[in-house]
């Protein structure tokens, strides 16, 4: 019973536009601490409408795993701390001009972000309430 609601919360949330995915990837990252990426013998990558690499990210392993498919066959989730996400996976990209991609569907849609607006929608979303 657990599994199947699982599965369908999982559904529900594949089912929201990218800006809404986006939010819900806010709020799950900045409570666990952590976001998830695919890697095999690398990060996997995507491709934006310009023809740059993107960085695909995801709130959680179970919505990583789904996108593991064609040319990320292979491809494992693997989590990457946010403390390190901010102070230095996302600078670095910041510095290369390496979009991310927020919250990829195993259809491919993502919400597009700078480097520089995901650290700052994070760090928003860290702080406290006054």
Known sequence: MEREQNQERIEAV???P???????FLQRVTESGEVWGLDGEGWALALD???RDVLPLWP????AELCATRLWSGFKPR???LQELLESVLPQ???EGM???IFFTPQGQGHPASARELIDAL???RAPLA
């Open 60 to 63: 959680a392993p179970e919505f």
């Open 49 to 51: 409408d310009a023809g």
């Open 18 to 24: 990218a800006a809404r995915r986006y939010a819900y």
């Open 123 to 125: 760090r928003s979303a």
């Open 79 to 81: 989590a990457i701390p």
């Open 93 to 95: 990209l910041e510095q």
């Open 99 to 101: 979009p991310v991609g």
């Open 14 to 16: 594949l089912r929201l």
